[in-house]
């Protein structure tokens, strides 16, 4: 088991870019998180998902952000015309229905010029 | 409204000595404490939980006292060895809702 896979690992984008980000649950859990990590805010909820419907989007910034799960094998987190307060570390985490634990990724770091 | 706080941004000990990092939280419902270890590039990953029916749980040199009435925990890391050195982040939820997080106690283990 790979554990949950996120890429790219990095990202660098110019302010006003697109960045799309990638997460590949653990096979066979049916929640997916987003969780935005800066030293100042910490771990920011944004989003999650079980069984693929969006549950919880309470976290997710109401413009420019947005996120996707097409399938149970992978989610993806879509900031538009990128500013550099975006700039951050961004988990995904998967988990069990039924479970409270979450499994992370290693995190995608954007940064935005 | 931060719902689960953590009282020290960081911690420093020197090896051998038991850390104690303290957590607290608002919510009373919440009935699932889980605390979470990172360490640099790399994700949180569990560490140890405990339930709001248990005021204590204990693995290998890690314990969590939990103090349901005045809606506080900690945690007790035993023998601190350098390798224990991360971000510790107290965790809470409710009903398998969604994981509240505090914002990290950054611990320092001193040879």
């Known amino acids: 088991n790979a554990g949950v896979i996120q890429t790219p690992r990095h990202k660098v984008t110019g302010k006003g870019q697109e960045a799309t980000l990638w997460c590949e649950p653990i096979s066979g859990h049916s929640a997916v998180f987003w969780y935005r990590q800066t030293i100042v805010q910490g771990l920011e909820f944004l989003t999650y998902?079980?069984?693929?419907?969006?549950?919880?989007d309470s976290g997710m910034p109401k413009e420019r952000f947005s996120a996707q799960m097409p399938n149970q094998s992978h989610s993806t987190l879509k900031i538009q015309s990128t500013q550099p307060q975006d700039s951050a570390v961004y988990l995904c985490a998967s988990s069990f229905t039924g479970e409270n634990t979450l499994y992370f990724g290693a995190g995608t770091r954007l940064s935005v010029l | 409204q931060q719902q689960v706080r953590q009282s020290s941004q960081s911690l420093t000990v020197w090896e051998g000595e038991t850390a104690i990092l303290n957590c607290s939280y608002e919510n009373s419902a919440f009935d699932y404490f889980p605390w979470y270890q990172q360490f640099p590039g790399e994700g949180p990953a569990l560490l140890i939980a405990i339930r709001s029916v248990s005021d204590k749980k204990e693995d290998g040199r890690f314990t969590i006292f939990f103090n349901k009435r005045e809606k506080n925990l900690s945690l007790h890391i035993k023998d601190s060895q350098p390798g224990d050195s991360a971000t510790y982040f107290c965790a809470a939820s409710y009903s398998n809702n969604r994981i509240f997080f505090g914002d990290g106690t950054q611990l320092v283990v001193k040879p």
């Open positions: 998902f079980r069984n693929q419907a969006p549950i919880d």
